[in-house]
């Protein structure tokens, strides 16, 4: 049992980057998935923009696998077939279910990363900055997206609730295999 105050195991380091690795690229292929169905849409730019993020995040937790000699999740190909197929079912769904998709995904991150950097403390300064600093991104595609009328979809409730339990599925998974 983990108390107040205790560092982080060495497992617990690397179920994180696990875990981080895996979502980082699970949104890249949603962002695929909403592109390939809404690729010349008035959203795609913002679309793009990103996903270029996400892939900086995903590059950057690749690094960190390796450097710490943690290998990725087990479920990595599900979470391949799994983040493409969540983007183009809500990009079918037209734009703002896409940018619902952006917003339940990211209000996820945002409680997981904020967990994560707390659990860090000081123990390991510089993973802390590189999770507050991809948290303080996934916080802007988040209000990107709502700015991109992701409130006003019909189904946002729907699409928001089914994402976030997907999310909290996948970030729990994550971490176990």
């Known amino acids: 049992m983990r ?6 195991s060495e497992d617990e380091l690397a179920r ?13 292929r949603i962002y695929e998935g909403q592109l390939e169905v809404l690729g010349r849409c008035r959203a795609a730019g ?13 590059a950057r937790f690749e690094t960190l696998l390796h450097e710490r000699r943690v290998r990725p999740t087990l479920l ?21 279910a896409a940018m619902a998709c952006t ?16 659990i860090l403390g000081e123990d390991d300064p510089a993973l802390r900055e590189t999770i507050l600093s ?8 988040r ?12 189904a946002y409730d729907l699409i928001s609730a089914v994402v976030k339990t997907g999310s909290r599925v996948a970030i729990w998974l994550s971490t176990r295999l």
């Open 134 to 141: 991809f948290r303080d991104d996934e916080i802007a595609h």
């Open 103 to 118: 917003v339940a995904v990211e209000e996820v991150i945002d409680e997981h990363y904020q967990a994560q950097a707390a």
């Open 76 to 96: 990595h190909p599900l979470w391949n077939v799994a983040g493409y197929a969540l983007g183009v079912a809500t990009a079918l769904l037209g734009e703002q």
């Open 16 to 28: 994180m980057l696990r875990v981080d690795h895996a979502g980082e690229y699970g949104a890249t």
């Open 46 to 58: 913002a679309i793009r923009r990103m996903a270029e993020a996400e892939k900086r995040h995903l």
């Open 143 to 154: 209000d990107l997206a709502v700015t991109r009328g992701a409130e006003e979809s019909p």
């Open 3 to 8: 108390l107040p105050g205790d560092r982080p």
